[in-house]
């Protein structure tokens, strides 16, 4: 069982505010004190030698980031590639696969704002379509209606593991499976899965998956990470090169890195990395199936309580559930909620029609407010969250 009076001795956010309530790890979690001595103390080296020889001091250490996000995932470190955000991860990964008139490319209904508006970037500039995969009567990926949609001209699935408004976790082995059966590629969104969900990706399957720092793994803003499968790393010509993802080998010649280092640009926040190593570390020493059960049992114990509040709505939907818990109040504006939350010393954080607008449109969500706690908030602090949530309503 996990130790969560360790995890929150661990957890510096306690020692200026032990009162905090912090439901928002599916936004920016709470680090651990390894990781911010990490950066910390790697910011102050930069200083006192410049940042070139400090880094050369870590490259042992920068290389075990690699290592431990290849554990965690069950991977090599040669299909990691380092980048700033799971955004930049994801379009990084969506703009190397070769499109052309007539492609297609299918994207969940609950896709994030940013993938949908690459792909229909992309859609534009090479004559590709960009198609939506109904979601079934539970809320998740209709794996009936994806088969039915799949043929030779699919090229790319993109499959959001957890959506960023709401609770479900897509069917992403069995789509996965489907998608491949025609060819296609698998790009899996796993932005709001690691760190709260087992992610193998042999078990997965999937082509690629991206993933950042700052949500579930507690690591730095400003970090993230793209997983590419290394066979196919190999053949993929991403649209952005430097001398750390190519190497100048004649005036006019040029050659790929190997590996998913092409992926990857030179220039990098060095103590951010680390702190992301620092991240990962920490939770494989906690062991992460630990973490899994003990954010499962919060976000479990709030879906049961929320409902028996009048005027509140659970707005989570799917069969199996994660960290996530979307709500909303009658008569009180989400952003209201939130605010008022914030004065109790309560953290949620809102999610608009915006950033996943075919699934909020069709269920007529304007916005929902956003509980997301972690493996270190105690079931009592999520009771003051439930009683405050009620003197809302």
Known sequence: MLDVTRVRADTPGYDSDPNLVFLDSAGSSLPSRVVLDTVVSHLRREAEIGGYRAATERLDDLADVKTAIAELLRAEPEG???????SRSWADFFYAVPLAAGDRVLISGSDYASNAIAA??????????????PSDGSGQIDLDALAAMLDDRVKLVSILHVPTNGGLVN???EATALAHSVGA????????????IPLD???????????????????????????????LAATLHPQRLDLH?????APRE???APDATRFEFWECDVAARLGLGAAVRYLLDLGPDEVYAAVAARAEHLRKALPQIDGVTVRDLGIRHSGIVSFTVDGVDPLAVRDRLAEQNITVTVSHAGSTLLDMTSRGLAAVVRASPHCFVGFDELDRFVAAVAGLS
Do not use: H, M
Not at 185 to 196: E, F, K, R, T
Not at 208 to 221: D, I
Not at 245 to 249: I, K, L, N, Q, V
């Open 171 to 173: 069917p992403a082995v």
């Open 201 to 231: 990706v042999t078990e997965l399957g999937v082509d690629a998956l991206s993933v950042t720092g700052r949500k579930w793994l507690r690591g730095p803003r400003g970090t993230g990470f793209l997983y590419v499968r290394p066979d």
């Open 185 to 196: 590629l698998v790009l899996l969104d796993a932005c709001q899965s690691a760190g709260q």
């Open 254 to 256: 040029y050659e790929l």
């Open 120 to 133: 229909l970037q992309r859609a534009r500039e090479t004559g590709a379509v960009v198609e939506r995969i």
């Open 80 to 86: 990691i590639a380092l980048s700033d955000s799971a």
């Open 245 to 249: 993802s190519a190497s100048w080998t």
